[in-house]
């Protein structure tokens, strides 16, 4: 579903991403995890088309980045640490602004769908400013999956939630945005990383340094294998 | 640290060197205007850093294309070198320009179309530097940089054409002159020494050009080796 | 569920009801603009005096000068909101061409400023007793307002990008904007002293130049100024 073959990025002189080789099967769930300045953030916004590739080949969902743009965009779906909402908008409307932008047809139907799959069919004619911190996150999720991607990133999605936010937070993610579907998530939380992730893949000075399903991980944690990661 | 090249050498002499005839023949060769007198000698060094501003002015919009379109970082240091030296050459002709009009037309500064296209365009340099230096990323500064310099070159045509349509009483040296402005007509003495302060000029923003060139170089190089001793 | 990526008109449309529709529930940025307007006005009229005299001859600079400010008022506010809260992004990430991004915000730009001149010509009119509600300066206000929004959009696009994004998009902004702005105030200028038509058609002509031109170069450019 992604196939990234020794990416590079730079910035100017700096080089944040140096040679980077990743690969997902459709349906996988892979946990991007890091130090800060790993280039974790920069290498999301390549994979969403955000942000150009100084070299190497990019292809999601069977389509090159930067050349098919278009086709990439129209596949995927983004949630980050900004709701990319417009709060002086009510949820029903935010929505039907990003329907109209993705060319859905049948859009009352499908935003009450959506609005149903993240809990917010009773607040739809509220203001989003008015809203709490989580569920303007359960809506960026609803925002994200309105156009029934196949590829999902999510950035950081837990920013500035508490306890109870991100548990609701995870159990929207499972259910809505995960199923069916191939998922890249960066996060520093770990444990709901252990949670949610098929498979760990420590990205550390520009590369993936190594990976791990879950199932590699029966002997030990997922904090043990960070760590012991990030030493070697 | 690479040494200067010969040629650069050979050119920084030929810029003193037809600096010096220049000043000689806008000072001592050329007749003394009739009307205007000795300040019109002014005129020489004026036109010359005006012709090298505007080049400047447009080879950079040039650049700024093609970086746009090559996404070649060289481009962009060129782009800046000519920006930078145009804009002191714009300054000069400005302060020149005001130098000859005080006695000319008796006041420091008129709002004609030529001189107040110059001011602007000076503004649009410096907000160019504002621009530049409020980005950190190099890349987005060498594409806002481009593109702005691209607006700018097209931006100033217009406002010439706008100024124009009020009044001028700037003298029309070359091309058509409008019936009612003045014409300046010079003598082969006075050819000589203007199109020798072309010239000269010339020589003198290539020299400046590659210069700045060569410190945008170096610049990058220390970076370079910035980045790989803190790693 | 069916889907396909929309057309450019349709894309543009849905960014400018957006913005509409945000704009009318919260007036922030039009009432901004609007108060900002009768000060700078009033600030003029103490400033120069406007006495019946005077004002024949100035009341065009002074119109566009208060449009003017209160325009880059309006275009870094509404690119701030974009901006702020990562929305550009999901701008960025529809499978709309970028052009749409452009004219969308241009055209709501180009709304919010006409909004604020339809209220303050009148007020203006009846403050200082001079009919400004005629067609032909309806237009040369038209022209000019769409040669400002252009350059104004891709400009404030710019400048929220960078770290001076307060202070930066009047500095970029006016001198880029001068050819404009003259020609207005020349055809409005013309057109209140009683001129007739074929004696302003000159600035009028560099109007539609400068907006034609203007909205191309705009068009052609906006990819480098939101992408990576």
Known sequence: ?232 | ?231 | MKRSSPSLLKATLAIVQKDLAAEFRSRELISAMLVFSLLVILIFNFALELDIKVRQSVTAGVLWTTFAFAGTLGLNRSMSVEKDRGCIDGLLLAPVDRSAIYFGKAISNLAFMLIVEAIVLPVYSMLYNVNLFRLDLLGVILLGSIGYTAVGTLLSAMAVQTRTRDVLLPILLFPIAVPVLLASVKASNGLLAGAEFAEVLTPLNILIVYDIVFIAVAFMVFDFVVEE
């Open chain 2, 1 to 231: 640290m690479q040494a200067k090249p010969t040629a650069l050498k050979v050119l920084d002499i030929a810029s003193i060197l037809v600096l010096a005839i220049s000043t000689y023949l806008a000072l001592f060769f050329a007749p003394t205007e009739l009307v205007m007198g000795a300040v019109q000698r002014v005129f020489y060094f004026h036109i010359g850093t005006a012709w090298v501003g505007l080049l400047g002015f447009i080879l950079a919009a040039g650049s700024g294309i093609i970086y746009l379109i090559t996404k070649d970082m060289k481009w962009d240091r060129f782009e800046v070198a000519a920006v930078e030296v145009s804009t002191v050459f714009f300054f000069l002709t400005i302060v020149l320009g005001s130098i000859w009009a005080r006695p000319a037309w008796n006041t420091w500064w008129t709002w004609d179309p030529r001189l107040t296209t110059a001011a602007i365009t000076e503004l649009i340099y410096i907000a160019y530097f504002m621009l530049r230096q409020g980005i950190d990323d190099p890349e987005r500064r060498a594409r806002f940089g481009a593109v702005y310099t691209l607006l700018g070159g097209v931006s100033a045509p217009v406002t010439f054409m706008v100024i124009r349509l009020f009044r001028s009483i700037h003298p029309v040296v070359i091309g058509a002159a409008n019936a009612n402005q003045e014409k300046m007509s010079m003598t082969p003495d006075m050819r000589v020494a203007f199109f020798f302060a072309l010239f000269a000029f010339t020589v003198i923003f290539i020299d400046l050009i590659w210069h700045r060139l060569r410190l945008g170089n170096m610049e990058e190089k220390v970076e370079q080796l910035k980045l790989k001793v803190s790693m």
């Open chain 1, 1 to 232: 579903m992604i196939e990234v073959k020794k990416l590079v990025k730079r910035f100017g002189l700096k080089v944040i991403l140096r040679g980077l080789d990743f690969h997902v099967e459709p349906g996988e769930f892979v946990a991007l995890l890091g130090p800060n300045g790993a280039g974790k953030t920069t290498f999301l916004r390549i994979l969403s088309s955000l942000s150009r590739p100084s070299m190497g080949e990019v292809q999601v969902a069977g389509y090159k980045l930067p050349h098919e743009a278009a086709q990439v965009r129209a596949r995927l779906g983004v949630v980050s640490h900004l709701p990319l909402l417009y709060p002086d908008l009510t949820a029903e409307e935010n929505l039907r602004f990003y329907a109209r932008m993705y060319g859905i047809e049948d859009q009352e139907q499908r935003l009450t769908e959506v609005l149903e799959m993240v809990g917010l069919e009773h607040r739809r004619k509220d203001l989003v400013g008015a809203f709490s911190r989580g569920m303007q996150q359960r809506l960026a999720i609803g925002r994200a999956v309105l156009h029934d991607p196949e590829v999902m990133l999510f950035d950081e999605p837990y920013t500035g939630l508490d306890q109870d936010a991100s548990e609701m937070l995870d159990e929207v993610l499972r259910s809505v945005a995960a199923k069916g579907r191939t998922v890249v998530m960066t996060s520093h939380d770990l444990a709901r990383a252990e949670d949610l992730a098929t498979r760990f893949d420590i990205l550390s000075r520009g590369v993936i340094a190594t990976s791990a399903t879950r199932d590699d991980l029966k002997t030990t944690n997922l904090l043990a294998f960070y760590k012991q990661s990030l030493e070697s």
